[in-house]
């Protein structure tokens, strides 16, 4: 339990009908009667006024009034003792009640410290606090959804099955350690190998599903690049429904990276429109296509499009990654040329029209193959890249368990390397929920939340 009481505004800043001062910690009853003269009663929602807690002066010390709201510890978010003050919502207000709670005692908290403590309290697991970071700066309802999930512990609850499935498994392979005699026989009674593989595949399952929850919650950033001209700037707007970039027919139109949100089946992208790529353009244009080239190094994906109506030239694309590339074919009502999906000299090409609109929803089905999302199920839940990393990570250990298993069971090695393996697998896994996490990772994880949460 922390030994300090922090306190916060857990509302937006600006004005609104009503601001929230959240407090949590040892001091929050005597807080409590220093602020609104007296501690309401458990869950409550009680009348109160709120005074400045540094002047002593009588009436007219009142700031405003409103209602407080007593959550003792255990049953409350962070597990301490918890007060909410709700004041009317306005910058000044707000600031004056908080103002009052720190002159009661309070410290202000840091950004994350609430979920922080709720954590180290054991009211939320590490995956179920960034949740709630995750829920609140959800993109799209489908990101909203299944941070709600995880929040409700559906991750979590998967990583646990699969920790206690290698937990099993590793306590009986060291057991058999012990058995030197015996230790071959008794690693192929237990059917450690279809044990083993069974973990190998629901750990890919999971991360599979972990990858899609990564990319639900950050987005798909994907670059529009080409030849001036070629009508990137109209894909980007017809993509996203709206005329944000400029079109016109003289080439080197776009100078600068323009950035639109869309969502395809309810996967948020982030769309990156670019300059012309093209050799001896003057210098504005050539600052241009340098961003163009920088944004082609993050992005997920890559639209390569092209006027149909000329040649195409491979050398001009092919630099590209070829599992994030697709070919785009615009123009095809003036080429001629019939809208359709193809492989065309190993990559993905997709004939359309940003005119008619021909086309186009072949390319938002193959921009979604290509990112290997999928569309969103309804039982995804959110993740981040870090789980996904420790996931793909425990997938290494497993299938080099595997190899040594094999390795053993010909040879008649020590089953050590194996033992240490799955002890690899196991503390990565434990990353995840943060039972085996180090202060660093706390506090890198706490301090991208908001203050107040
Ligand atoms: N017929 C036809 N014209 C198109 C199509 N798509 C774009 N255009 C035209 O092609 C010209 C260039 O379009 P933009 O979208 O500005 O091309 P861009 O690739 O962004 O060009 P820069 O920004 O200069 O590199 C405009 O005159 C568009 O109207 C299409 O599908 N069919
Ligand atoms: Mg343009």
Same mark, same amino acid.
């Given at each position: 339990?922390?030994?300090?009481?922090?306190?916060?505004?857990?509302?937006?800043?600006?004005?609104?009908?009503?601001?929230?001062?959240?407090?949590?910690?040892?001091?929050? +009853?005597?807080?409590?009667?220093?602020?609104?003269?007296?501690?309401?009663?458990?869950?409550?929602?009680?009348?109160?006024?709120?005074?400045?807690?540094?002047?002593?002066?009588?009436?007219?010390?009142?700031?405003?009034?409103?209602?407080?709201?007593?959550?003792?510890?255990?049953?409350?978010?962070?597990?301490?003792?918890?007060?909410?003050?709700?004041?009317?919502?306005?910058?000044?207000?707000?600031?004056?009640?908080?103002?009052?709670?720190?002159?009661?005692?309070?410290?202000?908290?840091?950004?994350?410290?609430?979920?922080? +403590?709720?954590?180290?309290?054991?009211?939320?697991?590490?995956?179920?606090?960034?949740? $709630?970071?995750?829920?609140?700066?959800?993109?799209?309802?489908?990101?909203?959804?299944?941070?709600? +999930?995880?929040?409700?512990?559906?991750?979590?609850?998967?990583?646990?099955?699969?920790?206690?499935?290698?937990?099993?498994?590793?306590?009986?392979?060291?057991?058999? %350690?012990?058995?030197?005699?015996?230790?071959?026989?008794?690693?192929?009674?237990?059917?450690?190998?279809?044990?083993?593989?069974?973990?190998?595949?629901?750990?890919?399952?999971?991360?599979?599903?972990?990858?899609?929850?990564?990319?639900?919650?950050?987005?798909?950033?994907?670059?529009?690049?080409?030849?001036?001209?070629?009508?990137?700037?109209?894909?980007?707007?017809?993509?996203?429904?709206?005329?944000?970039?400029? $079109?016109?027919?003289?080439?080197?139109?776009?100078?600068?990276? %323009?950035?639109?949100?869309?969502? %395809?089946?309810?996967?948020? $992208?982030?769309?990156?429109?670019?300059?012309?790529?093209?050799?001896?353009?003057?210098?504005?244009?050539?600052?241009?296509?340098?961003?163009?080239?920088?944004?082609?190094?993050?992005?997920?994906?890559?639209?390569?499009?092209?006027?149909?109506?000329?040649?195409?030239?491979?050398?001009?694309?092919?630099?590209?990654?070829?599992?994030?590339?697709?070919?785009?074919?615009?123009?095809?009502?003036?080429?001629?040329?019939?809208?359709?999906?193809?492989?065309?000299?190993?990559?993905?090409?997709?004939?359309?029209?940003?005119?008619?609109?021909?086309?186009?929803?072949?390319?938002?089905?193959?921009?979604?193959?290509?990112?290997?999302?999928?569309?969103?199920?309804?039982?995804?839940?959110?993740?981040?890249?870090?789980?996904?990393?420790?996931?793909?990570?425990?997938?290494?250990?497993?299938?080099?368990?595997?190899?040594?298993?094999?390795?053993?069971?010909?040879?008649?090695?020590?089953?050590?390397?194996?033992?240490?393996?799955?002890?690899?697998?196991?503390?990565?896994?434990?990353? %995840?929920?943060?039972?085996?996490?180090?202060?660093?990772?706390?506090?890198?994880?706490?301090?991208?939340?908001?203050?107040?949460?």
């Amino acid at each position: 339990m922390s030994t300090d009481t922090i306190a916060a505004i857990a509302t937006p800043p600006g004005r609104g009908g009503i601001c929230v001062i959240r407090v949590s910690g040892p001091d929050v +009853r005597a807080i409590a009667k220093a602020v609104a003269g007296f501690c309401p009663g458990p869950r409550y929602a009680t009348l109160s006024r709120f005074r400045d807690a540094s002047s002593s002066s009588g009436a007219n010390n009142i700031i405003d009034e409103g209602i407080a709201l007593y959550f003792p510890a255990p049953n409350s978010f962070t597990g301490e003792d918890v007060l909410e003050l709700q004041g009317h919502g306005g910058v000044v207000i707000s600031d004056m009640i908080l103002n009052s709670v720190l002159q009661a005692g309070a410290r202000m908290a840091r950004p994350g410290e609430f979920s922080e +403590r709720a954590f180290l309290n054991n009211k939320l697991d590490l995956v179920q606090a960034e949740a $709630v970071a995750d829920l609140i700066d959800a993109g799209s309802r489908q990101a909203a959804r299944a941070a709600l +999930r995880t929040l409700e512990g559906e991750f979590s609850g998967q990583i646990r099955t699969l920790l206690e499935e290698l937990v099993s498994l590793r306590t009986y392979i060291e057991a058999s %350690i012990d058995f030197v005699d015996e230790e071959i026989e008794l690693l192929q009674s237990g059917d450690i190998k279809a044990k083993l593989d069974g973990l190998v595949a629901t750990t890919d399952r999971i991360t599979a599903s972990a990858g899609r929850g990564c990319v639900l919650r950050e987005g798909l950033h994907l670059a529009i690049v080409g030849r001036p001209n070629a009508g990137k700037s109209s894909l980007m707007n017809a993509l996203s429904g709206r005329e944000s970039a400029i $079109v016109t027919d003289i080439p080197g139109t776009t100078r600068d990276v %323009i950035r639109e949100h869309i969502v %395809i089946a309810g996967i948020p $992208v982030q769309v990156h429109d670019t300059a012309g790529i093209r050799e001896g353009a003057r210098e504005i244009e050539e600052e241009g296509i340098r961003r163009a080239r920088d944004i082609l190094t993050s992005a997920d994906l890559v639209l390569w499009v092209h006027d149909d109506t000329t040649d195409m030239r491979r050398h001009e694309y092919e630099k590209y990654q070829a599992d994030t590339l697709i070919i785009v074919r615009n123009k095809i009502d003036r080429s001629g040329r019939s809208p359709g999906k193809q492989v065309e000299e190993g990559l993905p090409m997709v004939a359309l029209s940003t005119q008619t609109r021909q086309g186009l929803e072949l390319l938002r089905q193959e921009i979604l193959r290509a990112a290997r999302v999928g569309s969103y199920q309804e039982n995804d839940f959110s993740a981040r890249r870090r789980h996904l990393q420790a996931l793909e990570k425990t997938g290494t250990y497993l299938l080099r368990a595997r190899t040594k298993l094999e390795e053993q069971l010909n040879t008649g090695s020590g089953s050590e390397l194996l033992a240490e393996d799955l002890r690899l697998a196991q503390n990565t896994l434990n990353e %995840i929920s943060g039972e085996f996490t180090t202060d660093d990772l706390l506090g890198k994880i706490f301090t991208g939340f908001c203050i107040g949460k």
